[in-house]
């Protein structure tokens, strides 16, 4: 498909490409700033590129602070701390981690993004980050051909080397986690809230699994429910973690095609599979494809 570059993706790699001296940046400063009122992703960078540090951002005078923000001068040098401590009971259970930007865990592809998570909470093993990853897709109500097609294609896949990423959404999500666990690279699942619920509950085993082999991942604090505005930015950490986006069966509008969307403008690969014109759930594939994606009849086309 068309891509275009995105000139203001630099934030974060230069932040994180500062090498500061992290053993003065203790998890609890960066949870402390992450929970600050009005500090989001954008503007941590900000603060990263200014102080160097969390801990130095945490240290810095009003006066200082307030050349950038005069709001987050006042939130950050608030007599009130933010209450981090969710957070931190739960980063005490097993296979459990949370990684700041600096950490050598973190992936590099997300430092693509301008707004990339200065915070990742991750439940299971984190060196699933560092695998060839491809985003696999598609509409919470599939047929059942759509939904073998995505078992098929992430079995294959996973045991061709590529981890295969999606959403832990019912239908072609749920589908693409199964097939890559059954595969030799297993699965990453990312997610719209905090890591100590499971959305669809009934996905709570699906859940366990992909933990065991593989990671569920979230750049959403503790306690953070999954409100409908937070899905669309979850999609964009699911093409951005990958090489590419899968696209199985999609509805004409739909969270699928929001993370087709943010695949072309982070100059990823995008793939569809066609169906039949009588399919409702083709015709979103059937536009990427009109629009320059990649027609695929089986995985082979994508390796």
């Known amino acids: 498909m068309t891509t275009r570059t995105n000139n203001s993706t630099k934030t974060a790699k230069d932040a994180a490409s500062k090498n500061p001296d992290t053993s003065k940046d203790s998890i609890e400063s960066w949870l402390t700033l992450r929970h600050t009122p009005g500090v989001g992703n954008a503007t941590f960078h900000t603060l990263l590129n200014t102080f160097?540090?969390?801990?130095?951002?945490?240290?810095?005078?009003?006066?200082?602070?307030?050349?950038?923000?005069?709001?987050?001068?006042?939130?950050?040098?608030?007599?009130?701390?933010?209450?981090?401590?969710?957070?931190?009971?739960?980063?005490?259970?097993?296979?459990?981690?949370?990684?700041?930007?600096?950490?050598?865990?973190y992936p590099e592809k997300l430092k693509d993004l301008a707004d990339a998570p200065p915070i990742l909470y991750i439940r299971g093993d984190t060196d699933f980050l560092a695998q060839p990853q491809l985003a696999i897709v598609g509409t919470r109500n599939p047929t059942a051909a759509?939904?073998?097609?995505?078992?098929?294609?992430?079995?294959?896949?996973?045991?061709?080397?590529?981890?295969?990423?999606?959403?832990?959404?019912?239908?072609?999500?749920?589908?693409?986690?199964?097939?890559?666990?059954?595969?030799?690279?297993?699965?990453?699942?990312?997610?719209?809230?905090?890591?100590?619920i499971v959305y669809p509950a009934k996905h709570q085993q699906l859940a366990q699994d992909i933990s065991e082999n593989g990671a569920v991942i979230s750049e959403m604090p503790i306690g953070a429910q999954p409100l409908p505005g937070l899905f669309p930015r979850r999609n964009r950490l699911i093409s951005a973690l990958t090489l590419g986006t899968l696209v199985v069966e999609a509805a004409q509008k739909s969270g699928s095609l929001i993370t087709a969307r943010y695949a072309i403008e982070q100059n990823r690969e995008v793939f569809a599979i066609p169906g039949s014109i009588h399919n409702p759930m083709a015709r979103g594939c059937h536009q990427l494809i009109r629009q320059g994606a990649k027609l695929v009849e089986t995985a082979n086309d994508i390796l």
Do not use: C, M
């Open 52 to 105: 160097g540090t969390a801990q130095a951002t945490l240290n810095a005078s009003y006066s200082q602070l307030s050349a950038i923000n005069t709001k987050i001068a006042k939130a950050i040098t608030n007599q009130s701390k933010p209450d981090i401590s969710a957070d931190l009971h739960w980063l005490q259970a097993d296979n459990h981690h949370i990684i700041t930007l600096f950490d050598t865990r």
């Open 146 to 196: 759509g939904r073998n097609n995505a078992i098929e294609f992430s079995r294959y896949l996973s045991n061709a080397g590529i981890t295969i990423t999606s959403g832990l959404a019912s239908g072609i999500d749920g589908a693409s986690h199964e097939g890559g666990l059954q595969g030799l690279a297993g699965t990453i699942a990312v997610v719209a809230h905090g890591l100590d």
